[in-house]
Nanobody, 122 residues
Framework: QVQLVESGGGLVQPGGSLRLSCAAS????????MAWYRQAPGQARELVAT???????NYADSVKGRFTISRDGAKNTVYLQMNSLKPEDTAVYYC????????????????WGQGTQVTVSS
């Protein structure tokens, strides 16, 4: 079984920073793409940033230049550094990873974390 556990959310003032972490654990053989999504109240879940196993990154236009996604392969962890936060960044943030385990049927599967709340408000 695989688990993704996020941490680092909280309340921050506009212009502030937060760093989210998401650690994968379990019977993991390999991790391919990892990503962060977010969902604001009453809105659909949207992609924030992605990072490939090789380190290539991609960002939503709304966060380019403010957010940075990174990963630590040795720790099976993905991070999201969020700077210059705005009230419109308020949402539940979810991590996502494509993981192959040692268990049959030995094919990659997409796992999700439980989410962490980020609130940007004065």
């Amino acid at each position: 079984q695989v688990q993704l556990v996020e941490s680092g959310g909280g309340l921050v003032q506009p212009g502030g920073s937060l760093r989210l972490s998401c650690a994968a654990s379990g019977n993991i053989f390999s991790i391919n793409d990892m990503a962060w999504y977010r969902q604001a109240p009453g809105q659909a879940r949207e992609l924030v940033a992605t990072i490939t196993r090789g380190g290539s990154t991609n960002y939503a236009d709304s966060v380019k230049g403010r957010f940075t996604i990174s990963r630590d392969g040795a720790k099976n962890t993905v991070y999201l550094q969020m700077n210059s936060l705005k009230p419109e960044d308020t949402a539940v943030y979810y991590c996502n990873a494509v993981i192959r385990t040692y268990n049959p049927p030995y094919v990659p599967y997409t796992y999700w974390g439980q989410g962490t709340q980020v609130t940007v408000s004065s």
